[in-house]
């Protein structure tokens, strides 16, 4: 593909994809049910679509290795490519609505693992819609990390429902999460932050991780600074506000 | 209103038509059914026609279509709800309606808590909600105010159960998806903690029903699904146990290749409560399948296919008493367009189906006659409206049904030219985006 000199959209320097062939609405309506195929249950999830380094082949028997983060709304994709090598033993996944935007990662990915021969094989990307179908995804207490970057603030109160963050929709990540995995939130707009502050504060299975506790983290680093959107508010001169929290059991 | 041409014979919503329903009382003191709005009892103790009672201020009775129709475990209850967004919870006893709840949309599903404590309801949006009652002390209370429980986002929630030992709260949606959820000690402050997901469906879940033994405490779950199957789930774990392809087995699965329609969806299920037998009522079959459920072996069977009524009894709805072990069924439906009477109803009877032995014999299931029912002609008259109706009325009620079903509940697959076409004729699309 990257011979393809008539191929415009990857760039001959680096043969990464180029941004501008695929542009798209920041927004995406998460009510709409898109026609894209969903997998029945985890079982049904293609490993050997995903990452074909470490599966091979489409029947796995040692399913012992499994998708361990989660970026939902992963956009282009900055997060996980900088995760992928910081933790190049974990596999790990981008969930995202938009089509055009999916395609781009795919796209960004392959060029990667091209371009730098058994590195990125642990990072893939999904055209999913997250707030309906993250447990067709993953199993009980499978991930360790979810990651919720710069999300949709949906302004109006009338859409807060559609807020990727809400006390019903953590129910579900606190399913997928396994006790003591951690949660990252963090936005530019600081009532969508207090939002999700309050959401994760109120939920009985979720709890704060304290400043000692974010410091020794070495991804926290990455939420403002790896991502495209945190780069923009850096530049400029904006505030972002975080929420990070950890998955624990219910008191009894 | 839309500019696309309405297909699959889309329906105005205000005259929507709905399904009879039937529910019995635990020990078979009463029968109800609703058809439409029209919440008919009869109380077979004192064999006669039950009168509602209804003081509160929101209105006597439904306004409209009735969706649900369900008597709690304890026999204390009966709860009604649907299309015109209240719930009625009314005592049993006096027959009067202890509370009315107002949600915010239509109703879909309803469940009462084992000891008669909470009301759980769901509306097309995907949120349950709950409510508690006080004691039962027989005084009207104003209406109360339910709080969100838990929420399937954005789908159409088709069933609710409470599991037999009260621990978890089943719920099932339109995403092929079952949800079960711990239910607390405080569900006021909702359900948190997703005990697990029974995934395997291909298509909407329709309809739960627990199975449970002394020694298996903790129970199975049938569910019946727009796929045409029926599967037992283990809820503790999630796990598919067994799936029977019920559509299949009463010959039913079409070849005629249009992949729009919704061929045979199961639309009722209902299982005596050690599972040994489960009765299931599908789209377009003139009668019931009964299946057969061994826990040990945790696995599927068919027992028997039976047709009703000389054939031309389509059931919309079904339960089972226990301790009579008898399985009342309802053929109906309300506001059927185009029709002379567009509201019918008609109740049959299977005796029988408490008997839990293997080999069933051809004896053992009885259609029972019009006079052997319990409450005979009184109970009929009462709960049909009439004691006869033309048969080819029922058949167009069914096929009406069944498109209705279809459109609440199965996803269109809209080819690319005609979603392109949709989302330009969106009016609050806008034409120019720059990012």
């Given at each position: 593909?990257?011979?393809?000199?008539?191929?415009?959209?990857?760039?001959?320097?680096?043969?990464?994809?180029?941004?501008?062939?695929?542009?798209?609405?920041?927004?995406?309506?998460?009510?709409?049910?898109?026609?894209?195929?969903?997998?029945?249950?985890?079982?049904?999830?293609?490993?050997?679509?995903?990452?074909?380094?470490?599966?091979?082949?489409?029947?796995?028997?040692?399913?012992?290795?499994?998708?361990?983060?989660?970026?939902?709304?992963?956009?282009?994709?900055?997060?996980?490519?900088?995760?992928?090598?910081?933790?190049?033993?974990?596999?790990?996944?981008?969930?995202?609505?938009?089509?055009k935007v999916t395609e781009?990662?795919?796209?960004?990915?392959?060029?990667?693992?091209?371009?730098?021969?058994?590195?990125?094989?642990?990072?893939?990307?999904?055209?999913?819609?997250?707030?309906?179908y993250i447990p067709n995804?993953?199993?009980?207490?499978?991930?360790?990390?979810?990651?919720?970057?710069?999300?949709?603030?949906?302004?109006?109160?009338?859409?807060?429902?559609?807020?990727?963050?809400?006390?019903?929709?953590?129910?579900?990540?606190?399913?997928?999460?396994?006790?003591?995995?951690?949660?990252?939130?963090?936005?530019?707009?600081?009532?969508?932050?207090?939002?999700?502050?309050?959401?994760?504060?109120?939920?009985?299975?979720?709890?704060?991780?304290?400043?000692?506790?974010?410091?020794?983290?070495?991804?926290?680093?990455?939420?403002?600074?790896?991502?495209?959107?945190?780069?923009?508010?850096?530049?400029?001169?904006?505030?972002?506000?975080?929420?990070?929290?950890?998955?624990?059991?219910?008191?009894? | 209103?839309?500019?696309?041409?309405?297909?699959?014979?889309?329906?105005?919503?205000?005259?929507?038509?709905?399904?009879?329903?039937?529910?019995?009382?635990?020990?078979?003191?009463?029968?109800?059914?609703?058809?439409?709005?029209?919440?008919?009892?009869?109380?077979?103790?004192?064999?006669?026609?039950?009168?509602?009672?209804?003081?509160?201020?929101?209105?006597?009775?439904?306004?409209?279509?009735?969706?649900?129709?369900?008597?709690?475990?304890?026999?204390?209850?009966?709860?009604?709800?649907?299309?015109?967004?209240?719930?009625?919870?009314?005592?049993?006893?006096?027959?009067?309606?202890?509370?009315?709840?107002?949600?915010?949309?239509?109703?879909?599903?309803?469940?009462?808590?084992?000891?008669?404590?909470?009301?759980?309801?769901?509306?097309?949006?995907?949120?349950?909600?709950?409510?508690?009652?006080?004691?039962?002390?027989?005084?009207?209370?104003?209406?109360?105010?339910?709080?969100?429980?838990?929420?399937?986002?954005?789908?159409?929630?088709?069933?609710?159960?409470?599991?037999?030992?009260?621990?978890?709260?089943?719920?099932?949606?339109?995403?092929?998806?079952?949800?079960?959820?711990?239910?607390?000690?405080?569900?006021?402050?909702?359900?948190?903690?997703?005990?697990?997901?029974?995934?395997?469906?291909?298509?909407?879940?329709?309809?739960?029903?627990?199975?449970?033994?002394?020694?298996?405490?903790?129970?199975?779950?049938?569910?019946?699904?727009?796929?045409?199957?029926?599967?037992?789930?283990?809820?503790?774990?999630?796990?598919?146990?067994?799936?029977?392809?019920?559509?299949?087995?009463?010959?039913?699965?079409?070849?005629?290749?249009?992949?729009?329609?919704?061929?045979?969806?199961?639309?009722?299920?209902?299982?005596?409560?050690?599972?040994?037998?489960?009765?299931?009522?599908?789209?377009?079959?003139?009668?019931?399948?009964?299946?057969?459920?061994?826990?040990?072996?945790?696995?599927?069977?068919?027992?028997?296919?039976?047709?009703?009524g000389g054939g031309t009894?389509?059931?919309?709805?079904?339960?089972?008493?226990?301790?009579?072990?008898?399985?009342?069924?309802?053929?109906?439906?309300?506001?059927?367009?185009?029709?002379?009477?567009?509201?019918?109803?008609?109740?049959?009877?299977?005796?029988?189906?408490?008997?839990?032995?293997?080999?069933?014999?051809?004896?053992?299931?009885?259609?029972?006659?019009?006079?052997?029912?319990?409450?005979?002609?009184?109970?009929?008259?009462?709960?049909?409206?009439?004691?006869?109706?033309?048969?080819?009325?029922?058949?167009?009620?069914?096929?009406?049904?069944?498109?209705?079903?279809?459109?609440?509940?199965?996803?269109?697959?809209?080819?690319?030219?005609?979603?392109?076409?949709?989302?330009?004729?969106?009016?609050?699309?806008?034409?120019?985006?720059?990012?």
């Amino acid at each position: 593909m990257l011979e393809n000199e008539a191929n415009p959209t990857l760039s001959k320097s680096t043969g990464l994809p180029r941004k501008r062939f695929y542009r798209a609405r920041a927004h995406s309506n998460p009510l709409s049910d898109s026609h894209f195929p969903i997998p029945i249950s985890p079982h049904h999830v293609d490993y050997s679509l995903h990452y074909p380094q470490f599966f091979p082949s489409p029947d796995q028997t040692d399913s012992s290795k499994k998708i361990q983060f989660a970026d939902i709304g992963c956009g282009f994709g900055g997060l996980l490519i900088s995760l992928a090598t910081l933790f190049p033993e974990t596999l790990m996944i981008g969930m995202e609505l938009r089509d055009k935007v999916t395609e781009y990662v795919k796209e960004r990915i392959l060029a990667l693992r091209t371009a730098n021969p058994g590195q990125y094989q642990n990072v893939s990307v999904v055209r999913t819609n997250s707030m309906k179908y993250i447990p067709n995804y993953f199993e009980k207490g499978q991930l360790s990390k979810m990651f919720f970057l710069f999300p949709d603030p949906h302004f109006k109160e009338k859409n807060h429902r559609r807020r990727v963050i809400s006390r019903f929709l953590l129910d579900e990540y606190a399913y997928v999460l396994q006790v003591g995995a951690v949660i990252y939130t963090i936005t530019d707009v600081e009532e969508l932050g207090e939002w999700m502050k309050t959401c994760l504060k109120e939920h009985p299975m979720f709890e704060a991780l304290t400043s000692q506790e974010l410091e020794a983290d070495p991804v926290v680093k990455l939420l403002s600074s790896a991502t495209e959107e945190g780069q923009k508010v850096a530049r400029n001169g904006g505030q972002t506000f975080r929420a990070v929290y950890r998955r624990i059991a219910p008191s009894l | 209103m839309e500019d696309t041409p309405m297909e699959f014979g889309e329906s105005n919503k205000d005259t929507e038509i709905a399904p009879a329903l039937i529910a019995v009382h635990p020990t078979q003191e009463s029968v109800a059914a609703a058809v439409g709005p029209d919440l008919r009892i009869f109380d077979l103790r004192q064999n006669s026609a039950v009168s509602l009672k209804d003081d509160s201020s929101v209105g006597s009775l439904h306004k409209d279509s009735i969706r649900v129709v369900r008597y709690g475990a304890n026999g204390k209850l009966l709860v009604s709800a649907g299309d015109d967004k209240l719930v009625k919870v009314w005592s049993t006893e006096s027959w009067h309606c202890i509370t009315t709840v107002c949600s915010e949309k239509r109703v879909s599903a309803v469940a009462i808590s084992n000891d008669g404590l909470y009301v759980c309801f769901a509306d097309k949006f995907g949120v349950v909600w709950i409510v508690d009652l006080d004691r039962p002390d027989g005084q009207v209370h104003v209406g109360k105010k339910a709080v969100p429980l838990l929420s399937h986002y954005c789908s159409i929630i088709t069933s609710l159960e409470f599991s037999p030992d009260g621990k978890f709260i089943l719920s099932a949606d339109r995403d092929f998806k079952i949800r079960a959820t711990v239910f607390p000690k405080n569900p006021l402050d909702g359900a948190h903690e997703i005990q697990s997901f029974c995934l395997g469906h291909t298509e909407f879940v329709s309809c739960l029903a627990f199975l449970w033994t002394e020694e298996y405490p903790q129970g199975f779950v049938v569910s019946g699904s727009g796929d045409s199957t029926v599967r037992l789930w283990d809820i503790l774990s999630g796990s598919l146990l067994d799936a029977c392809e019920v559509g299949e087995k009463a010959g039913l699965l079409g070849s005629n290749g249009r992949e729009a329609e919704c061929y045979s969806a199961v639309t009722d299920l209902c299982s005596n409560p050690d599972g040994s037998l489960v009765a299931v009522a599908l789209q377009s079959f003139q009668g019931i399948i009964l299946l057969k459920c061994n826990l040990s072996t945790q696995t599927l069977s068919l027992a028997k296919v039976v047709s009703i009524g000389g054939g031309t009894f389509i059931p919309t709805s079904l339960q089972m008493c226990s301790s009579t072990g008898l399985l009342w069924m309802v053929t109906g439906v309300s506001n059927l367009r185009g029709s002379e009477c567009p509201s019918l109803a008609r109740v049959r009877v299977i005796s029988g189906v408490n008997k839990s032995n293997s080999d069933s014999d051809t004896r053992e299931h009885q259609e029972l006659e019009d006079n052997e029912i319990p409450g005979g002609t009184s109970l009929l008259k009462n709960l049909q409206g009439s004691l006869s109706y033309g048969e080819e009325v029922f058949l167009a009620a069914a096929e009406a049904l069944k498109t209705a079903m279809s459109n609440l509940l199965v996803k269109k697959q809209y080819s690319t030219e005609k979603r392109d076409f949709r989302k330009r004729t969106r009016n609050d699309k806008k034409i120019k985006q720059r990012k």
